[in-house]
């Protein structure tokens, strides 16, 4: 089996470490990439530090994964050597459900095979893209334009996604000026549902904690940003927006963001806070209000992400950091030390 240099932790909590790891032989659907940028998702340290439950170790983590072709199984017809292409949260899935067929293989009825931290079905361990290259069935892998540059791209393979999804579904067509959406939060993933929201036409308010990333925000596209601690901000912004994306993975006062939402409007998150959320049912009953919850997208949708962030300029703000940098971007990500995503250089590895 093919080996290559990776970024492993042995154990819950500990340092991630350079070693080797061995990839499959290539299976008729399957390609071979060159890794050569990977993002880092808060994800990845969730998961690391074992804090979303139990973990399996030696873990190698990444799913924002950008990098060429550098071979391919007999039967791939999807792509060629010297493509350029990427990997987000999900390998495998079982393609034949009613979820798989409809372009939904994150929601497999039967397995869907997280790009790490899992195994497929016949045993093999799910190793991610803090690696230098990796195997996976064509079906998986998605085309990145030319418009993008690898290492940009890389981090919309789960944050752009994350985003795009619930953005695509609840922004409302209006017939009486561009829809109102109000972005929670602005890290690795608020920056982009801002970038994604304003390219969709919507009028774009920041809703951050303080101000200090406002001059970011407005360059993002927000028509306005507002301090959360400023208790004006939930009177001054009452009833006002189409849908409010929550993009942090902190406790909420879900009443006060619900005061926000306009009658018929939503509120939804992609954000994972770390307890049982508390849900008034008045402040939904009352103007008629969704809350829901979005998890990334399908392959499909993927692909209809990356090509419209190519159309429109988008692309993620990232801080370039080498292999051995890896442990101290994680402190810096959980104190929000970031503008906005970090991104490995997989040549780092071992170096």
Same mark, same amino acid.
């Given at each position: 089996m093919p080996r290559t240099a990776a970024l492993s932790a042995a154990s819950a909590g500990a340092p991630l470490t350079a070693t080797t790891i061995e990839r499959r032989e290539l299976r008729d659907d399957d390609i071979a990439i060159d890794i050569a940028y990977a993002g880092i998702c808060h994800s990845d340290i969730h998961q690391v530090r074992e804090e979303w439950g139990s973990a399996s170790f030696p873990m190698v983590p990444g799913h924002e994964i950008a990098g060429t072709v550098t071979a391919v199984g007999a039967g791939v017809t999807r792509h060629r050597v010297g493509d350029r292409v990427g990997v987000g949260c999900m390998v495998d899935s079982c393609g034949e459900c009613a979820q798989c067929r409809d372009g939904h293989e994150n929601f497999c009825e039967s397995k869907t095979v997280w790009t790490y931290n899992d195994a497929h079905p016949d045993g093999e361990p799910a190793l991610g893209g803090y690696s230098q290259q990796i195997v996976v069935?064509?079906?998986f892998a998605v085309r990145i334009p030319d418009g993008l540059d690898l290492d940009v791209a890389a981090p919309l393979l789960c944050a752009g996604i994350t985003v795009y999804t619930p953005l695509k579904r609840w922004i409302p067509s209006q017939s009486d000026g561009p829809a109102r959406v109000a972005v929670v939060g602005m890290g690795g993933l608020g920056h982009m549902a801002v970038k994604i929201a304003a390219a969709m036409g919507a009028e /774009?308010?920041?809703?951050s904690q303080g101000l200090s990333k406002e001059q970011d925000g407005r360059r993002f596209g927000a028509a306005?940003?507002?301090?959360?601690? %400023?208790? *004006?901000?939930?009177?001054?912004?009452?009833?006002?927006? %189409?849908? /409010?994306?929550?993009?942090? *993975?902190? %406790?909420?006062?879900? #009443?006060?963001?619900?005061?926000?939402?306009?009658?018929? #409007?939503?509120?939804?998150t992609v954000g994972l806070p770390p307890n049982p959320q508390s849900l008034p049912f008045g402040a939904v009953i009352t103007g008629d209000k969704v809350v829901a919850g979005s998890n990334i997208g399908g392959i499909a949708l993927t692909q209809e992400m990356l090509d419209f962030c190519a159309e429109h300029g988008i692309a993620a703000e990232i801080e370039t950091i080498r292999a051995d940098e890896v442990n101290e971007a994680y402190d810096r990500v959980v104190k929000s030390d970031v503008r906005y995503r970090f991104v490995i250089d997989t040549s780092t590895i071992g170096a």
């Open positions: 069935s064509e079906n /774009v308010t920041v809703l306005d940003y507002r301090a959360t601690s %400023d208790p *004006s901000t939930f009177e001054d912004l009452r009833n006002r927006f %189409d849908l /409010v994306l929550s993009t942090i *993975s902190a %406790d909420l006062d879900l #009443g006060q963001y619900l005061s926000l939402v306009k009658p018929f #409007g939503a509120f939804v």
